[in-house]
C-alpha cells in the first residue's frame, strides 16, 4: 500500500518493526483514522485525491498494537458523504464511532439516523475544507449537541483560534486536530485547553514543534484533554504514523499518564 502525498509504506514498516514495547501492551481507542473506499464519492481537494485505504488496511496496519477501538475521520476529500463512513462503522464494529462533515441545513432526520449508526461528531475542516463554513461553527455545534449530544472537531491552525476563540470557548464540546499544527499559535492552543477544550494528540509528522513538550504542556493544564490517534493512513503529512510515536507518548509522561491519553480520555469523549 503506497500512501500518497506521503512517505511510503515501506517506510512505515521499517518503523513498524522497531522495538515498541509500550503500545504492545496498552489499550489504545484510536481518536483519528480516516477510511477511504473508492467505492464510494471522492472529490479533488487542491489538486489532491487520496489512495485506498480500506477498513481491511487499517486493521493490518495497527495488527501489532492493542486498538480496541476508534473514531472514523471525514476528511476534506469526502466532503458531505455519508455512505463510506455508514458502510466503515459497519465492518469495524461497535467500538468505532463516525465524525462527520454536514452541511448546516441538513435535517433533524439525518442527524438522528447518522447517530444511531455510530456517529458522535461533526467536523469543520478549517484548514482543507471540504466541509461547512466556519461561520455556521456557532449554530451547527449547538444543535447536534442538543440534538444528539455530539460534539465538534476543528482541523484549523492554532495561529488562527484566536478569531474563533470566543465562540469556541463558550461551545458545549469541542476538540482540536492534530495539537493545532503551529508552534507560533501553541499559546492560543493552550489558553483554550485551560477552558475545557479538548486536544487530539495525532499527526506528529505534520506539526513544526516539539511533540513531547507539548504534550507535557497540555497534560500539566488538563490531564483529560489529550486523545492519541495515528491519523492513519497519513494523507499528505510530511510523514506518516509511526509506531514509535505510542512510545513517544509513553516515554514523555509515564505509564499511568500515557494510559490516560492512548485509551481512557477518547473512549470516554466519544463512549461515555
Not at 137 to 159: G, P
Not at 181 to 208: E, I
Not at 227 to 242: E, H, I, N, V
Amino acid at each position: 500500500m503506497t500512501i500518497k502525498g506521503t512517505s511510503s509504506s515501506k517506510e512505515s514498516n521499517i518503523h513498524a518493526n522497531q522495538a515498541m514495547k509500550a503500545g504492545e501492551k496498552m489499550k489504545i481507542f484510536d481518536s483519528h483514522l480516516h477510511i477511504i473506499d473508492k467505492r464510494y464519492p471522492l472529490f479533488e481537494n487542491h489538486g489532491f485525491v487520496p489512495a485506498s485505504f480500506t477498513p481491511k488496511d487499517y486493521l493490518q496496519t495497527v495488527k501489532n498494537i492493542n486498538v480496541i477501538g476508534g473514531a472514523i475521520v471525514s476528511g476534506s476529500f469526502q466532503g458531505f458523504d455519508q455512505s463510506y463512513l455508514i458502510d466503515s462503522l459497519k465492518t469495524l464494529g461497535d467500538h468505532f464511532v463516525g465524525v462527520t462533515q454536514l452541511s448546516y441545513n441538513t435535517p433533524d432526520e439525518e442527524i438522528l439516523a447518522l447517530d444511531k449508526y455510530g456517529v458522535k461528531a461533526i467536523r469543520f475542516n478549517v484548514n482543507r475544507g471540504g466541509s461547512e463554513n466556519i461561520s455556521h461553527l456557532d449554530y451547527m455545534a449547538r444543535r447536534v449537541y442538543e440534538l444528539v449530544n455530539w460534539h465538534t472537531e476543528l482541523y484549523i491552525n492554532s495561529n488562527s483560534l484566536p478569531e474563533i476563540a470566543t465562540t469556541v470557548e463558550k461551545l458545549p464540546a469541542v476538540s482540536i486536530d492534530h495539537l493545532g499544527l503551529s508552534k507560533r499559535g501553541l499559546p492560543n492552543l493552550l489558553s483554550l485547553v485551560n477552558k475545557g477544550v479538548k486536544v487530539k494528540a495525532t499527526g506528529f509528522g505534520r506539526v513544526d514543534f516539539d511533540v513531547a513538550e507539548a504534550i507535557k504542556q497540555i497534560y500539566s493544564i488538563n490531564p483529560d484533554a489529550l486523545m492519541f490517534g495515528t491519523d492513519l493512513p497519513s494523507t499528505r503529512a510530511k510523514r506518516p504514523f509511526y509506531l514509535s510515536d505510542i512510545d513517544l507518548i509513553h516515554n514523555s509522561l509515564g505509564e499511568a499518564r500515557a494510559k490516560k491519553v492512548l485509551y481512557k480520555n477518547a473512549h470516554d469523549w466519544y463512549l461515555k
